[in-house]
C-alpha cells in the first residue's frame, strides 16, 4: 500500500520514501506580474464563471512561490503560459523563455495562438531550447485546427516537443473545446507529443480513447481526482483499472500556484489511484511523478 501525503509539510519526505530525486511537475503556471493579477482576478470572480468559489492557495510573491515549490521537493517544472489574444503570445513566449534561462529548475516553455507568424516565432522558441508548450483552447477561444497553426503543429511534431493542451470541456464548455476537436489536430499530426490537460476533465474516458489510438498522447492529472473535482466531475469508478493499461502516459500536472487546496491533495488522489489497483502501486507513482514527465521534458537524468 501506498498512502499519500496528508499535508504539503510531509510530501518532500513522501516523495524521497518513493525513493525518487524529487517530483517534475509539466503544468504549473508562472506569468509575468500584471498578467497573473488579472488571472487572479478572474478566479476571485470564479462564483460568477463557474458557479463556484475558487480561492487561490499560493497567492504568493513570485520568489515565495519558488520557494514553495522547491520546499515540496518540485525538482524540475514546466512554467506554462497561454495567450487569450492576438499578439500576446509571441511576447508571452519571450517573457517565459526568460524565466527558464533564470531559474534552473524551470524548463523553457512557450505558447501559440493561431495568426500569422505562429509557426516562427514556435520556430525561435525551439531553437532557444524550449521544451515544453502550452496551448490553451478554451481561454484562447480558437479551433486548435485553425489553417494558421498547422505548421507549429507539425514543428512541435517534428521536434518531439509535448504541447500541454486544455482541450476538455471542463470547468466550462468552450466554442472550440472537446476531445473530438483535437482529435482533428491528431489526425493530421498523429506524432505530436501531446499531454491533455486535467485528462480531458470531464470527458476522461474519451482522454483515455485517445491515449490508445495514437501513440505519443498522454494525460497529466492536474486537478484530477480531488475533491474539489470530483463535485463537478468525478473521474469514473474504474478509473485506476483504466489507468493500469497506459501507465507510462500519465504524467503529474498540478496547476500550482492556481489551485484552491494544498499540492498535497494532488498527490494524495494519485496515490489512491496507485492504491486501488494491483498493477500500478509505487512503481506507477514513480513513472507518473518523475519519470515519464522527465522523459517529455528531456530531464530525465535529473
Known amino acids: 500500500m501506498v498512502a499519500g501525503p496528508r499535508s504539503d509539510a510531509e510530501v518532500a519526505g513522501w516523495v524521497a520514501g518513493l525513493g525518487l530525486p524529487g517530483l517534475i511537475d509539466i503544468h504549473t503556471h508562472f506569468l509575468p506580474d500584471r498578467v497573473l493579477r488579472k488571472v487572479w482576478a478572474f478566479f476571485d470572480r470564479a462564483g460568477e464563471h463557474y458557479g463556484t468559489p475558487w480561492d487561490?492557495?499560493?497567492?504568493?510573491?513570485?520568489?515565495?512561490r519558488l520557494q514553495v515549490?522547491?520546499?515540496l521537493g518540485v525538482r524540475t517544472f514546466a512554467p506554462l503560459v497561454y495567450a487569450h489574444k492576438p499578439g500576446m503570445a509571441e511576447w508571452l513566449t519571450d517573457w517565459a523563455v526568460g524565466f527558464g534561462e533564470r531559474e534552473p529548475d524551470a524548463v523553457r516553455t512557450a505558447t501559440i495562438y493561431p495568426e500569422p507568424g505562429a509557426a516562427d516565432y514556435l520556430a525561435r522558441a525551439l531553437e532557444a531550447g524550449v521544451r515544453c508548450v502550452k496551448v490553451h483552447i478554451q481561454v484562447g477561444d480558437f479551433d486548435p485546427r485553425?489553417?494558421?497553426l498547422d505548421r507549429a503543429w507539425g514543428l512541435l511534431a517534428e521536434a518531439g516537443v509535448p504541447a500541454v493542451v486544455h482541450c476538455g470541456h471542463g470547468p466550462v464548455p468552450g466554442s472550440h473545446t472537446g476531445l473530438d476537436v483535437f482529435e482533428g489536430v491528431l489526425r493530421r499530426h498523429p506524432r505530436l507529443?501531446?499531454?491533455?490537460?486535467?485528462?480531458?476533465?470531464?470527458d476522461y474516458?474519451?482522454?483515455l480513447e485517445l491515449v490508445e489510438r495514437?501513440?505519443?498522447?498522454?494525460?497529466d492529472t492536474t486537478m484530477v481526482g480531488v475533491e474539489f473535482s470530483e463535485r463537478t466531475s468525478p473521474l469514473p469508478s474504474d478509473w485506476p483499472e483504466r489507468l493500469a493499461a497506459h501507465p507510462d502516459r500519465v504524467v503529474l500536472g498540478t496547476d500550482y500556484p492556481n489551485i484552491p487546496y494544498p499540492y498535497a491533495e494532488q498527490?494524495?488522489?494519485?496515490a489512491g489511484w496507485a492504491e486501488a489497483d494491483d498493477r500500478l502501486g509505487a512503481d506507477f507513482l514513480r513513472a507518473v511523478l518523475h519519470d515519464t514527465p522527465g522523459r517529455l521534458l528531456g530531464v530525465t537524468g535529473e
Not at 56 to 64: D, L
Not at 193 to 202: D, K, Y
Request: glycine content about 2%; proline content about 8%.
Open 56 to 64: 487561490i492557495r499560493y497567492r504568493h510573491s513570485e520568489a515565495t
Open 214 to 219: 495514437y501513440p505519443r498522447v498522454h494525460v
Open 146 to 148: 485553425d489553417p494558421l
Open 205 to 207: 474516458l474519451a482522454a
Open 267 to 270: 498527490l494524495a488522489a494519485i
Open 69 to 71: 515549490l522547491r520546499d
Open 193 to 202: 507529443v501531446a499531454v491533455l490537460a486535467h485528462a480531458g476533465m470531464p
